[in-house]
C-alpha cells in the first residue's frame, strides 16, 4: 500500500507554524518549519507556496507580506522583452527586509551577551537553577556569536 500524500494542517491546528510577531528572531525558523512542510506534503508550485505562509500569521501580518508586489507578481521585466520569475525565495527575501533583526546574520547582537553577564553578575545570589538559566542563555548566545564571527574566541 503506498503512502497517502499529506496536507498542510488547517491554520490553527497544532501543527500548523505559527510566529509570534514578538519575536523577530523567530521569524527565519517559522519559515523553516514551513518549508518542512512544503517537502513533507509535496507542494513546489511559488504561489501555493507564498499563499501558505501569509495564510498561518496574524491577519494584519498576512496584509503586509501579500501587499508587497513579490507577492502577487509571478515574473518581472528585465530590460527590454525579458522576464525573471519572482519565486517565493524572492517574496520571502523581500518580507523578512520588513523586519531588521530577523534575519540570521542579526540573530544575536555582542551587546546582548554583554547584557545577560551584566544582569547576571552577582553570582552569589544564584540557586543552582537561576545559574543553570543563566549559563544556558549564555552559553546559546556566546556560541551562536562564535559560530558566526561576532566574537573570538578569547573574548567569550
Known amino acids: 500500500m503506498e503512502p497517502t500524500a499529506q496536507h498542510m494542517p488547517p491554520c490553527n491546528h497544532f501543527s500548523a507554524p505559527k510566529w509570534d510577531e514578538s519575536k523577530l528572531r523567530k521569524l ?7 518549508e518542512y512542510l512544503f517537502r513533507d506534503c509535496g507542494i513546489t508550485d511559488h504561489t501555493q507556496m507564498k499563499e501558505y505562509a501569509a495564510r498561518y500569521v496574524m491577519y494584519d501580518t498576512a496584509e503586509t507580506w501579500t501587499g508587497l508586489p513579490e507577492f502577487a507578481a509571478t515574473t518581472t521585466p528585465v530590460g527590454n522583452q525579458a522576464t525573471t520569475a519572482i519565486s517565493y525565495k ?17 540573530c544575536y547582537m555582542v551587546n546582548e551577551l554583554h547584557q545577560l553577564v551584566q544582569d547576571n553578575f552577582d553570582l552569589s545570589a544564584y540557586t543552582l537553577g537561576t545559574f543553570l538559566t543563566y549559563y544556558h542563555k549564555f552559553q546559546k548566545i556566546s556560541q551562536w556569536l562564535l559560530q558566526h564571527g561576532k566574537i573570538h574566541a578569547n573574548e567569550e
Open 28 to 34: 527565519t525558523q517559522y519559515f523553516k518549519k514551513l
Open 90 to 106: 524572492n517574496w520571502k527575501e523581500a518580507m523578512i527586509l520588513l523586519y531588521p533583526g530577523a534575519e540570521e546574520s542579526m
